[in-house]
């Protein structure tokens, strides 16, 4: 029996018990139900998640309401670059820039089919008009600059238009003196550009730069999966960097490396916990504390810069033990 079938006629068994206690009051529901058109299967299959981490079969609105976390295995199973900023920014507080720089095709690029094609199909799948929201809002009444990639459009790559978009949100930011996070979820650099999504990893490391010669902070989050020209960049250039638990990080794949070196590497490489333990990120932070925990560090650093409350050793005691507490 099919799984519709079976919800189908739970439902009519449930009719025809009501119609025993109640009567004929109830036959024209039961005519009703069985007049009904089968349940869609696209809608029953939306009910259920299965957890990629466990296999278990998770219900798909419990699992949201935990931030897309298992509440068996603890996977953070991936989110949308909406689903990033709706976790991070004050409801109602975020607004879109650079919405009008949008993707083209300066090579006429073509393989199965062409790069324009490639371009309609991503926007259709993601919702997105390219791989990168940018904006402005604020976490717990701190106005901050924020960029979430998206991995659904086409893998998070970074073309030219993604790096424009992070190099004005930067230039934004250091305008402003506002605080930068970007959270990062991307496959690399885009083949489809060539040489000049390359070049994005210049131009948004020297955006960056001015942001640090100015002093203001740029918080990395790294998600799972965060990977080659995005990694050799922006990722890793932040002042704190922080990623989500089991996250997958790295600049070639695991199974180019191995075939490279003739090695079987550790089960846990390229993994963020890896990458923590060998000192190359700063945290590893659960997905439900993320938001309390950059909002102190935040507010930590502005202290710090506004030389407000200092302890001798110029560092706010108070919400650093609390940052430590939630670790």
Not at 3 to 22: E, T, V, Y
Not at 113 to 141: M, P
Not at 251 to 269: M, N, W
Not at 291 to 307: A, E, F, G, M, P
């Amino acid at each position: 029996m099919a799984l519709k079938d079976f919800f189908k006629n739970r439902q009519l068994k449930r009719a025809a018990k009501l119609h025993q206690k109640q009567g004929s009051a109830t036959a024209g529901n039961i005519s009703e139900l069985k007049a009904k058109s089968a349940i869609d299967d696209a809608l029953l299959c939306s009910l259920w998640t299965k957890c990629q981490g466990c296999n278990e079969l998770l219900y798909t609105s419990e699992l949201k309401k935990n931030l897309s976390v298992c509440k068996k295995c603890n996977f953070h199973h991936r989110l949308t670059a909406h689903e990033r900023i709706e976790q991070l920014i004050d409801y109602g507080t975020f607004v879109e820039i650079n919405d009008d720089v949008l993707p083209s095709d300066p090579l006429n690029f073509t393989d199965l089919k062409s790069y324009k094609e490639r371009l309609k199909d991503a926007q259709q799948l993601s919702g997105v008009s390219e791989a990168i929201i940018t904006g402005i809002g604020n976490i717990n009444n701190q106005l901050v600059s924020i960029g979430a990639m998206e991995f659904q459009f086409i893998g998070g790559s970074m073309g030219s238009v993604v790096g424009e978009r992070i190099t004005r949100l930067a230039e934004y930011s250091t305008e402003k003196k506002l605080p930068l996070i970007i959270i990062s979820s991307s496959g690399g650099a885009r083949m489809h550009e060539g040489i000049l999504s390359l070049m994005q990893m210049a131009k948004t490391a020297s955006a960056l730069k001015r942001l640090h010669e100015e002093k203001l902070l740029y918080i990395s989050i790294l998600t799972e999966p965060t990977f080659g020209g995005v990694t050799a960049s922006f990722a890793m250039l932040g002042d704190l960097i922080i990623a989500e638990p089991e996250a997958r990080i790295g600049f070639a794949g695991r199974r180019v490396i191995e075939e490279t070196i003739r090695q079987k590497l550790p089960k846990d490489f390229q993994t963020a916990e890896y990458l923590m333990e060998n000192g190359q990120i700063d945290m590893v932070i659960q997905r439900q504390t993320l938001k309390q925990i950059v909002s102190d560090l935040i507010r930590l650093h502005t202290q710090n810069i506004k030389k407000k409350r200092f302890s001798n050793n110029g560092s706010d005691k108070t919400i650093f033990e609390k940052i430590l507490a939630r670790l």
